[in-house]
């Protein structure tokens, strides 16, 4: 589809204060998100979170119960699924057995009444996009789990739709063909200029594909964002949590409201920072913030917040090593050394030190641990 | 993400979205709708029969039990009602012995042989059952193919026709698939290293197959020996053609009462006996069925 | 699973006399239909198409012969029909109420023969329906609902829904989406069922025998009789045709299911 190449002729989304209520279950609670014409925005949370629910919100397969939502500039509440124009990619395929790769291909194009020439050209069109055109005449039943997946997706762009929603179409498929098949859908994205929507709770790969992230947790949207700021400024202890490894710290807190100092085990840190909220702070760190050293070799930098541990775990990464040191708390603070640096062995009394500037405070959040367990 | 529009149900609460009434009420209603046309078929040609027929066992020829009093009453009926059960625990069994060997075999061939054999099963179902019973005529009579041979061979004939015996054999032959099917889909179920562990275990043949086969396969055998015992009860055409006065079963009895002698109420009565056993045997054997589910569920 | 040499070779031919029992009883018809003596005595004598003619020329057994086929096409159809929606409906009702419902469907299964046919006897009496085309169709597709709604039920639960999604978010309306991707995929089951429910009704004998009545009988209420008057070979040959067109029919079926099970 070189010829149509020409970007932002995507659809806006405007989801506004949207719920969903099942009976006594709230599948989404009050959930607002912008997305931008041609964006490629994921949708990202544990199973049950409420992505899927705002997929199918969106697709129109579920009504919702309160909100507005606005597709390419106008309402579609109240709109069926079938006159909303939106392509939907789904997790099993979902090819029609009983046809072939091109039946399944024009099947959207013959519902629009699309001349049967002009239906000919774009199946073999979209079947190239997607380098499935050896085989419109094979049976799904005949092709892989891969294979299948390129041909829903070649169905669900054939009719130009302006937003191409994807219900975790890579989670049926193993690692490698995953990874593929991710370059694959970004690159089929810049090609096409239209709206992408992906659901994944896969951290990973919202990360290789997005332009977007909004993270899902327990039906309402923690933090939406570019994967930069996801993990460099998470708001939320879950965010941090889901997005990247991290130290979580908890202690006594004292903040003269400028800066705050945080008493764990007896140990001290500060960082020029206030409170959160008022309630009890969590202290994050990633592990590339994280610095190892001896105990008692010498006085490191002034400055440098420092907590003493055991080393508990070694793993060599080729790119360097990832370090895990019980501290005295008990909590257990994950450190990401370069390559090149001094190597530590299990078991060896250890230092962390980071820079106070480096820490995040965030409000605590018990739930977080254990929607994510 | 458990929660895919398949299998949500909506409660239809919509609070956003103004929507004629209409629409919103057609979903709960749809299905009901659909169901309808055969529930009312249903009521209309069983429903109302059954009753129509239960109301006048009580009702004619005055209101009372004196139909229920005749029959458990009359020493006949009684011996009928017993011939009845019995001749039903016979066919059962006959076709329990016959139907598990057969089905064993289905579940040990190859995919060839097994067509064979599952087509063997399904002919009785496409043949039509008169025709069959016909067939039993032809074969069991005195002058039918089993005396003749008997006589070809020197040997003396043996009464089949208008005997217990011969209604068991009709009536076996033409319930067996009903036996065998659902042994069959239990057999083919069945974790055949579970055997293999049995057996390297140190368990002999045999004692692999009583203490650990027999018993998985058993929520087969109930459920083929409740369809077969069931349907037998309520045969009429078999025993008809191949019995005689001394192998009469209940639904000739009731034939007898309503077409010959007109008498309503005491056929209905007997109608009454026999639709309230077959409906006690299929709620005792609820359980059985169930526990058949379980493993099949748990394969 | 092991077995010793002497326990398979006693379970084949257990197995093989089952498979005689069950096939060869009705192969007996076919010699007897040429029998050139009025008379299902065995073995029969000499060779005459006599009573295929009979079966013909006979305004008994021929007329007997349409009313069945007449009732079992309209029964088909309509049993097909009713139980096909039944099975969507159970389908798409709750897991409790569709339970129940679908026991209360299959009853006709488990209803002594004898019962139903006074039953529906008594109530046909009174509305003046014994004997008339409509009485028979309603009764015997009563008898057949549970077959359609077996088999259709059957493909039901293979079926894929979330292809009706896939169909939705791809411009397909309701009925659309059923003509183009429902039924297309459990047609298989409703066509089995249909062909149940056209044996089912060609074949029934109990309810048929008590309301019938000289202007309408069917076959099997013909051959009935004819066993029980005289020894009439004629049913020798009716059962003859039957076991072979059956035969062709089913074994077509057969073949084309299984053709169709490959693509």
């Known amino acids: ?69 606005e597709v390419g500039g106008s309402s579609v509440v109240g709109i069926p699924a079938h006159k909303r124009n939106i392509g939907v990619v789904f997790q099993h395929y979902a090819l029609f057995p009983h046809m072939t790769v091109g039946r399944n291909v024009a099947y959207p194009l013959a519902l629009r009444k699309v001349p049967s020439a002009e239906r000919e050209k774009r199946v073999k069109q979209a079947l190239e996009m997607v380098k499935m055109s050896d085989f419109a ?207 530590f062995d299990i078991g060896e009394a250890v230092e962390v030190t980071f820079a106070g500037a480096d820490a995040k405070l965030l409000a605590d959040d018990s739930t977080a641990d254990q929607t994510l367990t | 993400m458990t929660s895919s529009p398949l299998v949500e149900t909506d409660p239809g609460r919509v609070i956003a979205r103004p929507e004629p009434a209409a629409k919103r009420t057609r979903k709960p209603l749809g299905p009901w709708l659909l169901v309808m046309p055969a529930l009312v078929l249903l009521v ?23 139909n229920y009093t005749w029959f458990f009453g009359t020493p006949v009926n009684l011996i009928v009602l017993q011939r009845t059960f019995a001749i039903s625990a ?92 659902p042994l069959y889909s239990v057999m083919r179920g069945i974790d055949l290293r579970l055997v293999q562990a049995a057996r390297s275990l140190g368990a002999r043949p045999s004692k692999a197959f009583f203490s650990v086969y027999l018993p998985l396969s058993l929520p087969g055998v109930y459920a083929g020996a409740v369809i077969v015992f069931i349907l037998a009860l309520g045969f009429y055409i078999t025993p ?12 000739t009895l009731v034939q007898n009462q309503v077409l010959s002698l007109l008498q309503w109420g005491r056929g209905g009565a007997m109608g009454v006996v026999l639709l309230v056993s077959t409906f006690i045997l299929l709620a005792l054997a609820a359980p059985l069925m169930r526990q058949r589910y379980k493993q099949a569920g748990s394969r | 699973m092991q077995m010793r040499p002497m326990t398979r070779v006693l379970l084949g031919l257990a197995c093989l006399l089952v498979a005689v029992w069950l096939v060869a009883p009705t192969l007996v018809v076919v010699p007897m239909s040429f029998n050139e003596n009025k008379s299902l005595a065995f073995p029969p004598q000499g060779f005459s198409t006599q009573w295929y003619a009979n079966f013909v020329n006979n305004p008994d057994w021929s007329s007997s012969f349409i009313n069945s086929l007449k009732v079992a096409v309209l029964v088909a159809i309509l049993a097909a029909i009713v139980g096909t929606l039944a099975a969507f409906g159970l389908d798409r009702m709750k897991s409790r109420a569709s339970g129940l419902l679908r026991m209360v469907l299959l009853t006709p299964m488990v209803v002594p023969g004898v019962v139903l046919a006074i039953g529906i006897y008594a109530v046909y009496l009174d509305m003046r329906l014994v004997g008339t085309l409509p009485g028979f169709v309603l009764a015997h597709t ?20 979330r292809l009706e999604l896939a169909a939705t978010s791809l411009g397909a309306g309701r009925l659309t989406t059923f003509r183009t991707v429902t039924l297309p995929l459990i047609l298989p089951g409703i066509l089995s069922g249909l062909l149940f429910a056209f044996v089912t009704s060609f074949d029934e004998i109990i309810v048929s025998l008590f309301i019938t009545n000289p202007y309408l009988r069917t076959l099997p209420v013909q051959i009935y009789t004819s066993i029980t008057r005289d020894a009439d070979p004629t049913v020798a040959a009716v059962g003859t045709i039957l076991l072979f067109t059956t035969t062709i029919v089913i074994g077509g079926g057969l073949l084309l299911f299984a053709r169709e099970r490959r693509t």
């Open chain 2, 90 to 181: 016979w066919v059962t069994l006959v076709c329990v012995i016959c139907a598990y060997p057969y089905a064993f075999v289905m579940t040990a061939v190859g995919p060839k042989v097994r067509l064979v054999l599952v087509l063997c099963v399904l002919v009785p179902f496409w043949v039509s059952g008169v025709v069959r019973t016909l067939s039993w005529v032809i074969l069991l009579q005195d002058s039918g193919v089993i005396n003749t041979m008997l006589r070809g061979a020197g040997l003396s004939p043996v009464r089949l026709i208008r005997t217990q015996t011969g209604v068991v054999i009709g009536m076996a032959q033409v319930l067996l698939p009903f036996m065998i099917l």
């Open chain 1, 137 to 343: 005449h094979r049976y799904p039943s005949e092709l892989s789990g891969g294979q299948q997946q390129r041909v829903a997706l070649a169905r669900a762009i054939v009719f130009d739709p302006p937003l191409l929603l994807m219900d975790e179409p890579l989670g049926a498929l193993d690692k490698k063909l995953r990874e593929w098949l991710q370059l694959e859908i970004k690159r089929i994205h810049r090609e096409l200029g239209t709206t992408f929507v992906y659901v994944t709770h896969d951290q990973e790969e919202a990360l290789v594909l997005s332009d977007r992230i909004a993270v899902f947790n327990r039906g309402r949207i923690e933090q939406v964002g570019t994967g930069r700021e996801l993990y460099d400024e998470p708001q939320t202890l879950f965010v941090a949590r889901f997005i990247g490894d991290s130290t979580v710290l908890r202690g006594q807190a004292n903040s003269d409201g400028t800066s705050t100092a945080i008493s764990i085990a007896g140990e001290t840190v500060t960082m020029d920072k206030r409170l959160p909220g008022n309630g009890a702070p969590v202290l994050l760190l990633r592990p590339e913030k994280l610095a190892l050293r001896r105990r008692g070799n010498g006085q490191g930098e002034s400055g440098l917040n420092r907590l003493s541990g055991t080393v508990t775990e070694a793993i060599y990464l080729g790119s360097g090593s990832k370090y895990e040191v019980r501290l005295k708390d008990g909590s257990t603070a994950i450190v990401r050394s370069p390559l090149g640096e001094q190597s």
């Open chain 3, 142 to 161: 009563m008898l057949a609902i549970p077959f359609v709604l077996i088999a259709v039920t059957a493909s039901l639960e293979v079926f894929d829904k």
């Open chain 1, 1 to 69: 589809m070189a010829e149509n190449k020409q970007v932002g002729r995507g659809a806006a989304i405007d989801i506004r204060s949207v719920s969903k209520v099942y009976g006594n279950f709230t599948a989404l609670d009050n959930v607002s998100l912008g997305i931008r014409p041609g964006e490629f925005m994921t949708l990202l949370g544990p199973s049950g979170s409420g992505k899927t629910t705002t997929l199918n919100v969106v697709a129109g397969f579920t009504e919702i119960t309160g909100g507005n939502l």
């Open chain 2, 240 to 251: 008809a053609l191949l019995g005689g006065p001394r192998s009469t079963m209940l639904s």
């Open chain 2, 44 to 66: 209309a040609v069983l429903g109302y029969p059954l009753v129509s027929v239960t109301m006048r066992s009580f009702a004619e020829p005055d209101w009372g039990l004196q």
